[in-house]
Nanobody, 115 residues
Framework: QVQLVESGGGSVQAGGSLRLSCAASGTIFSSNVMGWYRQAPGKPRELVARITSGGNTKYADSVKGRFTIDRDNAKNTVYLQMNSLKPEDTAVYYC?????????WGQGTQITVPS
């Protein structure tokens, strides 16, 4: 069983920054992908960014140049630095880890950027 604990959510004015953290505990294969997804009200959950254990990254077009994902493999922790936040970034952000045949999700953390 893998537990993902997210932190760093909140409310920030447009143009501001936030940094999310997600710490994974439990049995995780060393080769894995950690990522952030988000879900806005009435919309499907979507990929924000993901990073492999080797450091390869993928970003949604909507966040390229504004968000940066990185990870600390020794701590099984993934981070999401979010800059130049926009009202359309408002959503619940979920951490996810893909390892082997398993997928685990965090509980989600709310990010609100008032318009």
């Amino acid at each position: 069983q893998v537990q993902l604990v997210e932190s760093g959510g909140g409310s920030v004015q447009a143009g501001g920054s936030l940094r999310l953290s997600c710490a994974a505990s439990g049995t995780i294969f060393s080769s894995n992908v950690m990522g952030w997804y988000r879900q806005a009200p009435g919309k499907p959950r979507e990929l924000v960014a993901r990073i492999t254990s080797g450091g390869n990254t993928k970003y949604a077009d909507s966040v390229k140049g504004r968000f940066t994902i990185d990870r600390d493999n020794a701590k099984n922790t993934v981070y999401l630095q979010m800059n130049s936040l926009k009202p359309e970034d408002t959503a619940v952000y979920y951490c996810r880890v893909d390892h082997g045949a398993d997928v685990d999700w965090g509980q989600g953390t709310q990010i609100t950027v008032p318009s």
